[in-house]
């Protein structure tokens, strides 16, 4: 009898201690928000928290892989996540994503350039699930004093001058893409040979990157820690702004043109609560306060046109005319096949 | 003469070693600009900016809090392993101190992601009670190691004999066995305490969504860069902790002498 | 009756240990020994032999026992000195050497990362002299010194505590005998203080072989670990079963290790504290 008694106790308690935690929330509930790292003003969520009374948790992720797999096992649920392109179409196929009620987003409907509505078709073709939060190109951005005239091609990055001196992405669309596109062939490449000979390129490389890295390529870039690295273009206002040696180019190679969106995961719990957010965020002068805190170009017109400084408006850096430059794509989702082979290439070329 | 000259340079080199690093990031927490990378001038600004900074102070109390409930939790269950183990065939005994060492020895990342697994399948949402679970399950062998080899040394008929005079059983623990195992108690209490404030690889792979330890804290903001705020936190818990130790080091000589 | 309820007691930590020791590990080897379909393979453990399975598995094991071999040098001096101290000194000293493990890890690795850079703290004193700078971050050489640096007091402590247990008059003995220095450290000092260095050498192996934060903060995710391929695995590649299966291997170096120091330490007790 003691001894059911005792397990009935542990057991007891190892309930209790599980449902701990998600106990403490706002007076309008909670939404929680997985969202890349630095990618909103923190003075944004104190307002929505203010004006609204949802208690926002908030967590961040570095890759779009590194988010995936934490969404797909269920075991932490989040209401509002911001994923790019392809990683959203991965979603919808793998059926993650539940549909947003426009009706509850207004801001988005009003303030968002239809240009980046039709964009968003390439992954969300009824524009039903998703809602464009940031866009940009990934590109070069190198330190003038370090490096000989102008750069504008990815081949830079295999040039025995800069050996220790390149900084790569970490991730591994990223650096397939820089691959591929060195060689000429499609980013989204699902060609054997073709992501063979991106692999051999990415290895010949390996010995002058001095380090592959994330997030961290915008603090060594300031330091002066290496000349070139790769970035995405919202980094690259940022950095000026603290080390106006440094300057952004798109190759002349073609390169990604992203989209990061909000959307809203099938097993969200407070599913309303996440359209609010989403809703706030395209406010216009939420979305400006964004912008200037990540200085990421946003797909929100309305915001655009409150900047005050016209060289930020009119950045060629934060708003490119796209029709200028060549082979540029966007991410697609290439199936669990591709995705695999991807994967076991990239460890290739890591354990090299 | 030559020799003890000798020795303290070795000592010095790896003290200079050991403290270079912590050094480097107590004078980073003065340094005015937001990146590591410049020196901009001495400032105080992210010692008060620290007490504003909600995220950051949440995980410190988040932390604080899973190491000691943890840590308390470990204790209670230790201690009570701890009496039944000592009673048991030398046999069963081996069983249990076998699979007790298993998560000490075996690899954090093992650990962690076993737990993961299980945490998944058993259908429990992530969160500070998957960590503490977690915490509970690799602190609890610290506090057996550290109280088992006390509790071998005790005289069973001490506390028999207080059985006898008539105490009841848990009064008689807690005259006769409980003092003499309580250094072993405490020690066991404080390195648990220690490895649940330092573990990182065990709650990267339980923890959920915004409940950060100030390892997660970290390892988020070492990728994106590191707020100041952080090297001005850890050099206040640096600085507390070495007061302490001198504290305890000047407290009257008794108690150490007790311990050993 | 009195053993009886005494035994009782146990049933909590034999709960909790089932449910949260054997039954993960259980579901590791669930995972590690099946495939998406739920049907038994072998193919997640054949993995491992892999070209850059095996490879990082060789670099992993390479760099830990180097690390291992490093400590064990450093520590070994160091903990006849202290151990020789006045000891009034002792707990002091020994805190000393545990207080950076209360600054947090992966600030005390970063800060490495500070030191070493191109453009950091070590190179600027070096150029300041008109030396030559030292260019190990991002190399194997990094990684080693942040897992010595990490990892020396786990072996620091095992190996004191096991010296100062020695009992001086058995030292004594041996030199009344005649024994020189030499001869004392090798015959007397240094088999008594085996358990220690086991101790020392598992607690300073194991972490050092399965870590993925050091290799990432100061190799420059250029040098891919064991504990880098199984992490991807899991937070990014989502494969849990081939990251289990590689976890498995993984456990048989530290089974290897569990019964070495289950030979040399008997009693269950340990030489940590």
């Known amino acids: 009898m003691k001894k059911i008694f005792l397990l009935s106790v542990c057991s007891a308690i190892l309930l209790s201690l599980a449902a701990c935690g998600n106990s403490s929330s706002g007076e309008n509930g909670e939404v929680i928000v997985y969202n890349w790292g630095e990618y909103l003003d923190p003075e944004a969520i104190a307002l929505f928290e203010e004006e609204t009374g949802i208690k926002v948790i908030y967590d961040e992720f570095e890759t779009n892989e590194i988010m995936y797999p934490k969404v797909e096992a269920g075991a932490t649920e989040y209401d509002v996540i911001c994923p790019s392109d392809y990683m959203i179409q991965k979603m919808l196929e793998n059926d993650l994503l539940a549909e947003l009620n426009f009706d509850n987003l207004p801001n988005a409907k009003a303030n968002i350039g239809a240009s980046y509505w039709e964009q968003s078709k390439e992954f969300d073709p009824e524009n039903k699930y998703s809602v464009p939060y940031c866009w940009g190109t990934v590109g070069i951005l190198y330190n003038k004093t370090m490096v000989d005239g102008t750069i504008d091609s990815w081949s830079v990055l295999w040039d025995e001058k800069y050996k220790d001196n390149i900084l790569m992405q970490d991730s591994v669309r990223d650096a397939f893409m820089v691959g591929l596109k060195l060689n000429g062939f499609s980013m989204n490449s699902v060609d054997a040979g073709e992501l063979e000979t991106a692999k051999n390129s990415l290895i010949e490389q390996k010995p002058l990157v001095q380090a592959y890295v994330v997030d961290q390529v915008r603090d060594k870039m300031i330091g002066n820690e290496a000349a070139i690295g790769v970035i995405y273009s919202g980094e690259a206002i940022y950095t000026q702004r603290e080390n106006p040696d440094l300057e952004y180019v798109i190759p002349k190679e073609g390169t990604n043109v992203w989209i990061d969106s909000w959307v809203i995961p099938k097993n969200a719990p407070n599913k309303e609560n996440g359209e609010k957010f989403i809703d706030f965020m395209c406010r216009p002068e939420i979305a400006l306060m964004n912008f200037e805190y990540i200085t990421y170009s946003t797909p929100n017109d309305a915001a655009r046109a409150l900047i005050e400084d016209d060289d930020i408006r009119n950045s060629t850096i934060a708003f490119p005319d796209l029709s200028q430059y060549q082979n540029l794509e966007t991410f697609q989702y290439l199936g669990e096949d591709a995705d695999r082979l991807y994967n076991d290439l990239w460890k290739e070329i890591k354990s090299e | 003469m030559m020799k003890t000259t000798a020795k303290k340079i070795y000592i010095i080199l790896i003290f200079i070693f050991l403290y270079a690093p912590i050094a480097t990031l107590m004078v980073f927490s003065f340094n005015k600009s937001r990146t590591r990378a410049k020196w901009g001038g001495f400032t105080f600004q992210w010692y008060l900016s620290l007490l504003g900074n909600r995220e950051i102070m949440n995980a410190l109390w988040n932390t604080l809090f899973i190491a000691l409930v943890s840590s308390l939790s470990a204790v209670v269950i230790g201690t009570v392993a701890c009496i039944a183990i000592n009673n048991m065939t030398k046999r069963k005994r081996t069983v249990i101190m076998g699979i007790t060492n298993i998560p000490m020895l075996n690899a954090d990342i093992v650990t962690g992601i076993s737990l993961m697994l299980l945490f998944i399948s058993l259908g429990f949402k992530f969160g500070l009670g998957t960590i503490l679970l977690s915490h509970i399950t690799f602190n609890i062998p610290y506090v057996i190691l550290c109280v088992m080899p006390r509790m071998r040394q005790l005289n069973p008929s001490t506390y028999e004999a207080a059985l006898d005079l008539g105490a009841s059983p848990v009064h008689a623990f807690f005259k006769v066995v409980f003092p003499d195992i309580l250094p072993g108690v405490l020690s066991g209490f404080l390195m648990a305490f220690t490895m649940s404030l330092d573990d990182f690889i065990i709650t990267h792979f339980t923890k959920g969504a915004g409940v950060d330890t100030l390892s997660t804290k970290i390892y988020t903001e070492v990728k994106k860069g590191i707020k100041p705020e952080m090297y001005a936190l850890s050099t206040i818990i640096f600085v507390t902790v070495l007061l302490l130790l001198f504290l305890v080091n000047k407290a009257p000589k008794e108690k150490n002498e007790r311990r050993i | ?273």
């Open chain 3, 1 to 273: 009756m009195k053993n009886s309820r005494l035994k009782l007691l146990s049933s909590p930590y034999i709960v909790w240990a089932v449910i949260f020791i054997i039954v993960p590990l259980g579901m590791v080897f669930y995972y590690g020994l099946t495939d998406k379909t739920g049907a038994f393979t072998l193919d997640n453990i054949m993995a491992m032999m892999s070209e850059e399975h095996a490879k990082a598995l060789w670099i992993s094991l390479g760099l830990s026992l180097l690390s291992t071999a490093v400590c064990f040098f450093l520590a070994y001096p160091l903990a006849m000195i202290l151990a020789h101290m006045n000891v009034n000194q002792h707990s002091f000293i020994v805190l000393i050497f545990i207080l950076p493990m209360w600054m947090n890890f992966l600030l005390r690795t970063l800060a490495w990362q500070t030191l070493l850079e191109k453009t950091g703290v070590i190179n600027n004193i070096l150029s300041f002299f008109h030396l030559p700078a030292l260019n190990i971050i991002n190399t194997p050489y990094a990684i080693v010194l942040g897992m010595v640096y990490n990892f020396l007091p786990f072996m620091v402590l095992p190996i004191y505590n096991a010296l100062v247990k020695i009992d001086p008059n058995v030292v004594n003995a041996a030199k009344d005998l005649g024994a020189n220095n030499i001869q004392t450290f090798f015959k007397i000092t240094l088999p008594l203080s085996i358990p220690g260095i086991i101790s020392g050498i598992t607690m300073v192996f194991i972490p050092a072989l399965t870590t993925f934060v050091i290799s990432k903060l100061l190799g420059g995710s250029k040098i891919l670990l064991i504990g880098n391929v199984i992490e991807e695995e899991f937070t990014q590649a989502g494969n849990w079963h081939l990251g289990s299966g590689l976890s498995i291997v993984l456990m048989i170096f530290i089974l290897i290790n569990m019964a070495a120091s289950a030979i040399f330490d008997k009693d269950g007790e340990g030489g940590l504290l």
